[in-house]
């Protein structure tokens, strides 16, 4: 099945959809940045998704202009439209195709990050990451208090491989930091069974 995946377009259901931010997709479009950085600060949100780092708007944009693996997570509404529901996004690469890691992170917002749709849009990220762009291994770091980040990586497969001390700054000190992992050759066999199972568009 693995070698039947590609094109950003398939990662998605009947309800859900995982946008690249690139050239070509619905979501690459003016504000989209500005709108994804919103919803954070909103929910004041921006410094435990950044494990610490209080982004400015400006800094926000400038990461993700840089880094160019920002994916937009959708919900596909009545009308066929795609309303953002959070992101994700891989850093720091090392390796070479077949032994390549990356860190990843992940965010969502409008209440979403407890429900269904959260989970299972992840898992089309993940498989995205893992086919598309030819991840191995993903390494995941969260504040050591993150606990609804721990169990929501968790119940997607990650396992807990370290806790670092004294790794980010929280609230004018230093705290330890968690490392979740996670495996391309353990997560696809399970995404597939997932995915035949589910409602296409």
Same mark, same amino acid.
């Given at each position: 099945?693995?070698?039947?995946?590609?094109? &950003?377009?398939?990662? !998605?259901?009947?309800?859900?959809?995982?946008? =690249?931010?690139?050239?070509?997709? =619905?979501?690459?479009?003016?504000?989209?940045?500005?709108?994804?950085?919103?919803?954070? #600060?909103?929910?004041?949100?921006?410094?435990?998704?950044f494990c610490g780092q209080n982004k400015t708007q400006d800094e926000f944009v400038s990461y993700f202009d840089r880094i160019k693996t920002l994916?937009?997570?959708?919900?596909?509404?009545?009308?066929?439209?795609?309303?953002? *529901?959070? @992101?994700? &996004?891989?850093?720091?690469? *090392?390796? *070479?195709?077949?032994?390549?890691?990356? #860190?990843?992170?992940?965010? @969502?917002? !409008?209440?979403?990050?407890?429900?269904?749709?959260?989970?299972?849009?992840?898992?089309?990220?993940?498989?995205?990451? @893992?086919?598309?762009?030819?991840?191995?291994?993903?390494? %995941?770091?969260?504040?050591?208090?993150?606990?609804?980040?721990?169990?929501?990586?968790? #119940?997607?497969?990650?396992?807990?491989?370290? *806790?670092?001390?004294?790794?980010?700054?929280?609230? %004018?000190?230093?705290?330890? %930091? #968690?490392?979740?992992?996670?495996?391309?050759?353990?997560?696809?066999?399970? @995404?597939?069974?997932?995915?035949?199972?589910?409602?296409?568009?």
């Amino acid at each position: 099945m693995e070698n039947e995946m590609h094109g &950003w377009q398939w990662y !998605g259901t009947k309800h859900l959809q995982v946008c =690249p931010y690139m050239n070509g997709v =619905p979501v690459y479009r003016d504000g989209m940045l500005p709108y994804l950085y919103t919803q954070l #600060r909103q929910e004041n949100h921006v410094a435990i998704t950044f494990c610490g780092q209080n982004k400015t708007q400006d800094e926000f944009v400038s990461y993700f202009d840089r880094i160019k693996t920002l994916q937009v997570l959708c919900r596909v509404e009545n009308d066929k439209n795609l309303k953002p *529901i959070g @992101f994700s &996004w891989l850093d720091s690469p *090392i390796g *070479i195709d077949g032994a390549r890691m990356v #860190r990843a992170g992940m965010a @969502f917002f !409008g209440g979403s990050a407890k429900t269904k749709d959260a989970r299972d849009v992840s898992r089309l990220a993940l498989a995205y990451a @893992f086919i598309d762009l030819k991840i191995d291994v993903l390494h %995941g770091y969260e504040l050591i208090h993150n606990i609804p980040a721990r169990n929501f990586s968790a #119940r997607l497969g990650a396992k807990q491989i370290a *806790i670092v001390p004294n790794c980010f700054y929280w609230e %004018g000190k230093l705290v330890a %930091g #968690r490392v979740m992992e996670l495996k391309k050759e353990d997560y696809l066999p399970k @995404f597939n069974e997932w995915f035949e199972k589910q409602e296409k568009p």
